[in-house]
């Protein structure tokens, strides 16, 4: 066997191995994980059922014109 075919013998073990180890420790998730995640965070900022929004009349607030004594 030449030192070269060897040599490229012993790097394709080496890359094998290596690619069966990146394989066999990674973090084993679903596909679907990252978009249940994504739903359970917009579930948490979304408001209780039980709760009412009441909308304010625009034409029903008053606006205090006070000036600091600044301006």
């Not at 990252?34 to 917009?42: C, G």
């Amino acid at each position: 066997m030449s030192p070269l075919a060897f040599l490229g013998l012993a790097a394709a073990i080496t890359l094998l191995g290596s690619f069966c180890l990146a394989l066999g420790g990674r973090k084993k998730t679903p596909w679907h994980a990252s978009i249940d995640a994504f739903r359970n965070k917009l579930d948490a900022l979304k408001p209780e059922d039980d709760e009412t929004v009441q909308l304010i009349d625009s034409d029903q607030v008053e606006i205090s014109r006070r000036h600091s004594s600044g301006t």
